[in-house]
């Protein structure tokens, strides 16, 4: 199978070393705009060097991994697409929901699959939390909680241009609580404050943020983020029924210190970054893929998946700067 990767920054090359792992992976055809970037991959991984997504997508590759700028998403997908090469993309599919809708609405009756990346779907965790609810082991539920703590903001740059934590960072908790719990979000009601970074208050945004969730069976979700946890980073779930309760992402690796006397957990090295909590669920992620390129497996986060746990991120950002509860319905526009 031979894969195409537009975009060698740090998750492009990331995902470069993953595919050059996998037994299904036959060759690489890499491109980025900076040529010293797809180079330097080219020498690591045995790459193709492509001179521009075009020439990438003519190269006669199966599957295409985007990795590029978000501002790129919408153009490469649909490159993607009208050449007929199955693709994934990194979320979000663009930088504004009404460009998604405009994707979504090109790409949601062709037979060209695309997949976009949401890696937690695939970690061995939060799929075993899914496949719990499902087999109805905690009964109904009436609370979930979702966290999300980064070990240090991103460099202001970043932050400019992100579209605010909600976007970027919550995203990642509102979608994986509606594909462990199946249940869609109705109503939210967002806070923020800022006590780090003077950059994320200048951008308009919050380093520190929490949002009640009210899905539509009348469970509560409550999401916490921050751009500080000097500890490391923290992925966390819990899943609270009237039969039982389950917790995601208690190992040895959990960036939190136990006060009580006596108590040793957790007693490992903590989690200091995405790429070390979700490892294998990136591989895992890509593995998948593969089998959509294949055609033996459906999408496993389409783009309409996407889109949906970003309107929770734009009900939230509105709740957040105008201090009240918001509908879905007030922002949804598809």
Not at 55 to 60: D, E, I, K, Q, R
Not at 127 to 138: F, I, N, P, T
Not at 240 to 253: R, W
Not at 273 to 291: G, I, Q, S
């Amino acid at each position: 199978m031979r894969i195409a990767i537009l975009g060698l920054g740090r998750i492009g090359a990331f995902h470069a070393e993953t595919l050059s792992g996998l037994d299904a992976v036959t060759s690489l055809v890499v491109a980025d705009p900076f040529a010293d970037a797809a180079k330097a991959a080219a020498e690591r991984f045995g790459a193709e060097v492509a001179d521009s997504p075009e020439a990438a997508l003519a190269s006669g590759v199966d599957g295409v991994v985007v990795a590029a700028a978000t501002d790129a998403h919408p153009a490469l997908i649909l490159a993607a697409v009208e050449a007929g090469v199955p693709v994934f993309c990194e979320k979000p599919v663009a930088r504004t929901m009404a460009e998604g809708v405009e994707v979504l609405k090109a790409v949601r009756d062709g037979e060209v699959p695309v997949q976009i990346g949401f890696n937690r779907r695939f970690d061995a965790g939060f799929a075993a939390a899914r496949a719990a609810v499902r087999a109805g082991e905690l009964g109904k539920l009436h609370t979930v909680r979702s966290t999300t703590l980064d070990p240090a903001p991103p460099p202001a740059s970043y932050v400019a241009a992100s579209g605010g934590i909600f976007r970027d960072c919550s995203v990642h908790d509102f979608d994986v609580i509606r594909w462990v719990t199946g249940r869609e979000v109705t109503e939210v009601y967002a806070v923020g404050g800022n006590r780090g970074a003077d950059y994320i208050r200048e951008a308009g945004d919050a380093d520190t943020t929490g949002a009640v969730l009210t899905l539509d069976d009348g469970t509560i979700a409550v999401v916490s983020n921050s751009r500080h946890n000097a500890r490391g980073y923290d992925v966390r779930m819990e899943l609270h029924g009237f039969a039982d309760s389950i917790a995601v992402g208690l190992d040895d690796k959990l960036p939190l210190r136990s006060v009580e006397p006596g108590v040793t957990f957790p007693a490992g090295t903590p989690h200091d970054f995405f790429m070390d909590r979700f490892t294998a669920a990136y591989r895992a992620e890509l593995t998948a893929f593969t089998e959509v390129v294949a055609g033996t497996l459906p999408s496993p986060c389409t783009v309409a998946d996407a889109l949906e746990a970003g309107w929770i991120a734009e009900a939230c950002t509105l709740s957040l700067h105008e201090h009240r509860p918001v509908r879905l319905a007030e922002v949804r526009t598809a």
